[in-house]
């Protein structure tokens, strides 16, 4: 069994940084691509960020491209989402996502916005940006 759980969440003013962190436990296993997503109240979950295993492939939503980063530390089974220059359409309950099995390297950008294509999801840590 698989588990992960997000850290780092909380409340800060437009302008400010949260790093939020995703912690993988369970059995030994190799998260071949590791996401990061979002919901905010009465809106359908959205894809922010992903990385592939090797870090050689990162994909972001537009809308963070410049202010968030991903970043993983495969010896600890680790993700983080490094969020500067927030904003209040940032708010939302963030979760962490891992895919287990492999994608060719032709479909890995795509498949990594779409929340079908992962296999295992932490239940979230809440992101509250006031203006």
């Known amino acids: 069994q698989v588990h992960l759980v997000e850290s780092g969440g909380g409340s800060v003013e437009a302008g400010g940084s949260l790093r939020l962190t995703c912690a993988v436990s369970?059995?030994?296993?190799?998260?071949?691509?590791m996401g990061w997503f979002r919901q905010a109240p009465g809106k359908e979950r959205e894809f922010v960020a992903a990385?592939?295993?090797?870090?050689?492939?990162?994909h972001y939503l537009d809308s963070v491209k410049d202010r968030f980063t991903i970043s993983r530390d495969n010896d600890k089974n680790t993700a983080y989402l490094q969020m500067n220059s927030l904003k209040p359409e940032d708010t939302a309950v963030y979760f962490c996502?891992?895919?287990?099995?492999?994608?060719?390297?032709?479909?890995?950008?795509?498949?990594?916005?779409?929340?079908?294509?992962?296999?295992?999801w932490g239940q979230g840590t809440q992101v509250t940006v006031s203006s």
């Open positions: 369970g059995r030994t296993f190799m998260a071949y691509i």
């Open positions: 996502a891992v895919r287990e099995r492999v994608i060719p390297p032709r479909q890995l950008m795509d498949s990594m916005g779409l929340d079908h294509e992962y296999d295992y």
């Open positions: 990385i592939s295993w090797s870090a050689n492939t990162r």
